[in-house]
């Protein structure tokens, strides 16, 4: 049950930016987007969520397309460290709603 | 920062015995779950609770699972007799509504990796 879509890898080289796309085609008006990743079967962790309009942390940033059918994470300058397996997620407002993983995509950051 | 700790970060158990799994969630956090991820699968959604009851549970929580906020500061998962396909890492969750970022953020714990002999 799966609402998003993304490559199933993607390799980056060390100090350059990632840009890990996701498809959500189907979602809803009060869905909002979610970006997680786990490093080495850690506990999942949380990055940035957004609903329409971009986003920034001191993490990364999220572009959400007008149409809201698709979404960019971006780490800025990736290090080695952010090697990890990155899930974007759809999930609608209401509070206590769980979250959905799916497979994710899995970014190898080269030296 | 506030951190969701799970304890203990590994245990080994003989198929049968009953196994606790121990969370202690962000202090103001009002919504707790549980999540497991099997070797090399995904991270699969258990249960949430909230309130003082579980307020949504997957098909895997089946009557072998349970959950408890015993205090004002613990939440434990209780596997009555496991299974061989039990072992399994197991993360706590939790969440506050924010009214001021939307939604509310869900943080987990570093894991309890349960290995069932």
């Known amino acids: 049950d799966a609402k998003t879509t993304q490559p199933p890898s993607m390799d980056c080289a060390e100090g350059r930016a990632a840009n890990l796309p996701c498809n959500h085609s189907?979602?809803?008006?009060?869905?909002?987007v979610y970006w997680y990743r786990q490093i080495h079967s850690q506990g999942p962790q949380y990055i940035i969520h957004?609903?329409?309009n971009n986003e920034t942390n001191e993490m990364a940033s999220l572009i959400i397309t007008e149409d809201r059918k698709s979404s960019t994470l971006i780490l800025p300058h990736a290090t080695l460290r952010d090697t990890a397996v990155y899930y974007c997620?759809?999930?609608?407002?209401?509070?206590?709603?769980?979250?959905?993983f799916g497979a994710g995509t899995i970014l190898r950051v080269k030296s | 920062e506030p951190e969701v700790t799970q304890t203990p970060s590994h245990q080994v158990t003989q198929m049968g015995q009953e196994v606790i799994l121990r969370c202690v969630p962000i202090?103001?956090?009002?919504?707790f779950y549980w999540y497991r991820q099997i070797l090399g699968q995904k991270v699969e959604f258990l249960v949430s609770?909230?309130?003082?009851?579980?307020?949504?549970k997957s098909e895997i929580f089946d009557d072998q699972f349970s959950v408890e906020r015993p205090d004002g500061s613990n939440f434990t998962l209780k596997i009555r007799s496991t299974k061989l396909e039990d072992s399994a890492m197991y993360f706590c969750?939790?969440?506050?509504?924010?009214?001021?970022?939307?939604?509310?953020?869900?943080?987990f714990g570093e894991g309890s990796w349960l290995t069932v002999v």
């Open positions: 969750a939790s969440s506050v509504p924010s009214y001021l970022t939307g939604g509310n953020t869900i943080y």
């Open positions: 189907t979602i809803s008006g009060n869905e909002y």
């Open positions: 957004g609903l329409k």
């Open positions: 997620i759809v999930r609608a407002m209401e509070y206590g709603n769980k979250l959905v």
């Open positions: 202090s103001n956090h009002l919504y």
């Open positions: 609770f909230y309130n003082n009851e579980i307020s949504e």
